[in-house]
């Protein structure tokens, strides 16, 4: 929305051509913008990639769970382990030296109507799991019935790695439209007609639209990024809605 609202007030501040002013002597016309065609090969990508970043996080039933454990006001909790019921597994990772590992163990958590011991799946510790180590948990005091989950801090762990490929394509590409986008094409673009530009905002309205659902209900793994991605596009189909038209 930010971008359309940008687009809008820079199409209307834009000198309008056409008019013959016979009391005034004619005044040269104004380069285009060097700056603009920079801003929109920054902007598009940038807004595409940030529609991306919406389906990026836990989905299914784990997304629901901790959607429920959010709205029931609860959050994460460094809890000592009380024992460790299955065998410790390395994950191949390491860190300062040190191995991961992960296993099923048995904490305290501390709920509203009062302590309650829970098994925690494959939390995982920096060294073989021992008791009194600690592990981070998820869960609501509220609601005991909901029990808890490990919570995972590490940057592949919460879907860096999705979020990394995501940024450096929004990155290799408005590099790539700084190259390429036309200054005369850009400057004429910044000329309102509400014909084209309200078609183009429509556009852009769309993928506002399509990004709702994921922002307010838990969808599906495969409708999240099909969303996603329908919002992405909508920014390229409006400037070459635009384009074409002009």
């Known amino acids: 929305m930010v971008c359309v609202l940008v687009w809008m007030t820079v199409s209307v501040r834009a000198r309008r051509v056409g008019g013959v002013e016979l009391d005034k002597p004619a005044r ?4 285009p913008s060097r700056w603009l065609p920079l801003l929109l090969a920054v902007l598009l990508p940038l807004a595409s990639g940030a529609a991306l970043v919406q389906a990026v996080g836990p989905d299914g039933e784990q997304g629901r769970w901790v959607a429920e454990v959010h709205a029931a006001g609860g959050g994460v909790h460094e809890v000592r382990i009380d024992g460790v019921v299955s065998g410790p597994r390395p994950t191949g990772v390491n860190v300062n030296g040190t191995d991961e590992y992960a296993a099923d163990v048995v904490v305290t958590l501390g709920f509203e109507d009062g302590p309650r011991g829970t098994t925690v799946r494959g939390a995982r510790t920096l060294g073989v799991p021992q008791k009194g180590d600690t592990v981070s948990v998820l869960y609501a005091p509220s609601r005991p019935g909901l029990g808890g989950r490990y919570h995972g801090t590490g940057f592949f762990s919460g879907g860096g790695v999705a979020l990394l490929w995501i940024w450096a394509v929004t990155l ?20 309102f007609r509400g014909d084209i530009h309200g078609v183009a905002g429509l556009l852009l309205g ?11 209900f838990q969808t599906p793994t495969w409708a999240g990024w099909l969303l996603s991605f329908l919002a992405a596009c909508t920014p390229w189909l409006a400037m070459t809605w635009v384009m074409k038209r002009l």
Do not use: K, S
Request: a positive charge; glycine letters at 14%.
């Open 28 to 31: 040269p016309e104004r380069r």
């Open 172 to 191: 290799f590409v408005a590099a790539f439209g700084c190259g390429i986008l036309d200054r005369a094409g850009v400057h004429a673009a910044r000329r």
């Open 206 to 216: 769309l993928g506002v639209l399509c990004l709702l659902p994921g922002a307010f």
